[in-house]
């Protein structure tokens, strides 16, 4: 199966650490990459591949794998974190589903 | 600095064709996928296919049989084709750089256009 599963909503205190979570068979064979996404804005890319982070995006995002899961880590969480997270990967049919989407808090 | 752009009909009547296309500026063509992916009111991401500078192409299998991707490579440009649209079509869509590496376990799409509305409503 290629679906990717996310937790709907997470909620973190400012300044604290939070865990995006994504769930699926094809992580197990393919890292997934993460999409930071605000209301009326397109997706911006955050992590790829093992725990590659672009040009611009801040160090307190991270990301690891295990087995069938994959994580996003924000540590030290900011205001302008509240955003959408979408995990992404592919499968061996060459499909590339997205995860449903957490809606991240910063209380 | 890639800069996507993209434009088409933002209004469509139910079983017509949405057509979108897609330009690239400021970067290479070839050595990437160029992918499509929708976003309805209120809901999550789809991935709905890709292609390369070849014409190489990978559809989402719940949407292969209605969609068309296409390359010209003489303009960088990808066009979307979606036939027979439904009201469940309706969505924001996105076109987005997914960069190619043989045999790699990741993917990842770094450059996104900035969407297009499109609305199916008779």
């Known amino acids: 199966s290629s679906e990717l599963t996310q937790d709907p909503a997470v909620s973190v205190a400012l300044g604290q650490t939070v865990r995006i979570t994504c769930q699926g068979d094809?992580?197990?064979?393919?890292?997934a990459s993460w999409y930071q996404q605000k209301p009326g804005q397109a997706p911006v890319l955050v992590i790829y591949g093992k725990n590659n982070r672009p040009s611009g995006i801040p160090d307190r995002f991270s990301g690891s794998s295990s087995g069938n899961t994959a994580s996003l880590t924000i540590t030290g969480a900011q205001a302008e974190d509240e955003a959408d997270y979408y995990c992404?990967?592919?499968?061996?049919?060459?499909?590339?589903?997205f995860g449903g989407g957490t809606k991240l808090t910063v209380l | 600095q890639v800069q996507l752009q993209q434009w088409g009909a933002g209004l469509l009547k139910p079983s017509e064709t949405l057509s979108l296309t897609c330009a690239v500026y400021?970067?290479?063509?070839?050595?990437?996928?160029w992918s499509w992916i929708r976003q309805p009111p209120g809901k999550g991401l789809e991935w709905i296919g890709e292609?390369?500078?070849?014409?190489?192409?990978n559809y989402n299998p719940s949407l292969k049989s209605r969609v068309t991707i296409s390359v010209d490579t003489s303009k960088n440009q990808f066009s979307l084709k979606l036939s027979s649209v439904t009201a469940a079509d309706t969505a924001v869509y996105y076109c987005?750089?997914?960069?190619?590496?043989?045999?790699?376990?990741?993917?990842?799409?770094?450059?996104w256009g900035k969407g297009t509305t499109v609305t199916v409503s008779s």
């Open positions: 292609i390369n500078h070849s014409g190489s192409t």
């Open positions: 992404n990967s592919r499968d061996s049919s060459g499909n590339h589903p």
């Open positions: 987005a750089r997914a960069p190619t590496k043989l045999g790699a376990h990741y993917y990842y799409m770094d450059v």
């Open positions: 094809s992580l197990r064979s393919y890292y």
């Open positions: 400021g970067g290479s063509f070839s050595g990437y996928y």
